[in-house]
């Protein structure tokens, strides 16, 4: 079955930056999304980034122009740059991904079939 590893969170300063990284393997659909999402104690899991099979990108408007979500197909790992990091950015975060039928990349977590263990940004 697919699975999904992440690595790369850890605790930073304000202003720092992570990579934050997602081993994807026995992932066999050509047209799929994948995603970044986030979770911080009392609050609901929300989307920060998705990701086409086709490279279609897009971000969340509370980290435009500070995160970036990327692929390396040969790699099978899935990225998300964050720069300028925030207090408000501390949450477990989690890579997700499912089947494309049609459209874009869904924002919302119940969309998504498979997901990793979660990777704990801290910033302080």
């Known amino acids: 079955h697919v699975q999904l590893v992440e690595s790369g969170g850890g605790s930073v300063e304000a202003g720092r930056s992570l990579r934050l990284s997602c081993a994807v393997s026995k992932y066999t659909y050509s047209r799929h999304c994948m995603a970044w999402f986030r979770q911080a104690p009392g609050s609901e899991r929300e989307g920060v980034a998705t990701i086409r099979n086709d490279g279609l990108a897009t971000s969340a408007n509370s980290v435009k122009g500070r995160f970036t979500i990327s692929t390396d197909n040969a790699k099978n790992t899935l990225y998300l740059q964050m720069d300028s990091l925030k207090p408000e950015d501390t949450a477990m975060y989690y890579c997700?991904?499912?089947?494309?039928?049609?459209?874009?990349?869904?924002?919302?977590?119940?969309?998504?079939?498979?997901w990793g263990q979660g990777t704990q940004v801290t910033v302080s």
């Open positions: 997700a991904a499912t089947r494309l039928y049609f459209g874009t990349c869904s924002w919302f977590h119940g969309e998504y079939d498979f």
